[in-house]
């Protein structure tokens, strides 16, 4: 099994990635790859949601790539949320402090509540 | 199952699906499969990738045993001297992208093992690891 990256960007401001598969020193070059195409379409100040749902394993390697995109992320003002981690990731996740707890949603009603919230406190 | 392959990343792969195999056919759960195959990715990888500084061949042996209570893997390699344990766990929260991807593995690697044993002799690195299939649905303190 290995890994597939889809993605899709219905707005500039909100971009979703879904993850299938592994996420390891065999694969995360697969990820960086996909996603040195699928960055640029988030507007400064857009959100990026990695959906996590499909994705069934993660090592260390794969933790890193996604630590380097929230970074890079971060560093043009967009948001990295991520979306329903499965068993094993979630347990790698906290080992390792990966993530703040605020950035993780368990499902997609719990991330545009959040968004939602997010926007009324930019508008309001 | 036991096991001997080159110091290359192609080939640990390989091991890893055999391994996975293996833990399934003996019918262990998904949450311990996916433990041992972490931890053999994190060591295995951290063997090819550091091991061997000067690009010789080298060999690894896997041992897996699975018994009721308790799986053991044994790790031997010819690379260059290597405890796993002696290495402080990296800083924790900070940013991982900043990390030393070596550290970040063997924190994991040591994290989820229930017990972890390291010993050199003549023929190399030997690492034997246990895990206890009941305790991998809670991440060890």
Same mark, same amino acid.
């Given at each position: ?124 | ?7 290359? %990343?192609? &080939?640990?792969?390989? $091991?890893? !699906? ?10 262990? *759960?998904? =949450? ?42 044994? %790790?031997? &390699?010819?690379?260059? $001297?290597? !405890? ?10 900070? *940013?991982? =992208? ?44």
């Amino acid at each position: 099994m290995t890994l597939i990256v889809r993605s899709e960007s219905p707005t500039p401001a909100r971009t979703t990635v879904w993850l299938e598969g592994r996420l390891d020193a065999a694969t995360f070059g697969d990820l960086d790859e996909a996603l040195r195409d699928i960055t640029p379409l988030v507007d400064n100040g857009g959100t990026l949601v990695i959906d996590l749902s499909g994705l069934e394993y993660i090592s260390s390697a794969g933790l890193r790539s996604l630590a380097q995109l929230r970074r890079h992320m971060h560093d043009r003002d967009n948001r990295t949320l991520l979306l329903n981690p499965q068993p094993q990731v979630k347990k790698v996740f906290e080992i390792v402090k990966a993530v703040p707890v605020a950035e993780v949603f368990a499902s997609v009603a719990e991330l545009d509540q959040y968004l939602d919230h997010m926007q009324r406190q930019i508008t309001g | 199952m036991r096991l001997r392959i080159p110091n290359r %990343l192609e &080939d640990v792969f390989l $091991a890893l !699906d055999r391994a996975e195999l293996t833990l399934d056919r003996a019918a262990i *759960d998904n =949450a311990c499969r996916a433990d041992v195959r972490l931890v053999l990715e994190e060591l295995l990888v951290n063997t090819v990738r550091h091991g061997y500084p000067d690009g010789r061949e080298g060999q690894i042996d896997i041992h897996l045993e699975i018994h009721a209570d308790i799986v053991r893997l044994e %790790l031997r &390699d010819d690379a260059e $001297a290597f !405890d796993p344990l002696q290495h402080d766990p990296p800083d924790l929260p900070g *940013d991982i =992208a900043d990390r030393e991807i070596g550290g970040l593995g063997l924190h994991l690697a040591r994290s989820i093992a229930s017990d972890f044993e390291y010993a050199r002799d003549t023929h190399g690195n030997r690492v034997v690891i246990r895990f206890d299939p009941s305790l991998s649905d809670e991440p060890s303190p």
